[in-house]
């Protein structure tokens, strides 16, 4: 381990000023529209995942708890992600 102590993430200041976002927007803005923007693809990849799951292996007594188990952690992580409390 190091003996140094730990420091502080500090945003890439000077990539916003190349981009001229510093003055539009802050870099805390900017990481939760990136995370939306994440989460927006993840929402239309799991909705194809699960209607392809549901469609193809409708048999499988294991589909509606697995597809419910993984909209609870995702959702619970989102909000994490977020900031925002359940």
């Given at each position: 381990?190091?003996?140094q102590p730990l420091r502080p993430f500090s945003p890439p200041t000077?990539?916003?000023a190349r981009l001229h976002l510093t003055n539009s927007m802050?870099?805390?803005q900017i990481v939760?529209?990136?995370l939306y923007s994440v989460?927006?693809?993840w929402a239309v990849y799991t909705i194809v995942a699960v209607y392809h799951w549901l469609k193809y292996s409708h048999a499988s007594s294991i589909a509606f708890p697995?597809?419910?188990l993984h909209l609870f952690i995702s959702i619970v992580l989102m909000a994490y992600a977020l900031g925002?409390?359940?």
């Amino acid at each position: 381990m190091s003996d140094q102590p730990l420091r502080p993430f500090s945003p890439p200041t000077e990539l916003f000023a190349r981009l001229h976002l510093t003055n539009s927007m802050s870099p805390g803005q900017i990481v939760i529209w990136l995370l939306y923007s994440v989460f927006a693809f993840w929402a239309v990849y799991t909705i194809v995942a699960v209607y392809h799951w549901l469609k193809y292996s409708h048999a499988s007594s294991i589909a509606f708890p697995a597809i419910i188990l993984h909209l609870f952690i995702s959702i619970v992580l989102m909000a994490y992600a977020l900031g925002i409390t359940l």
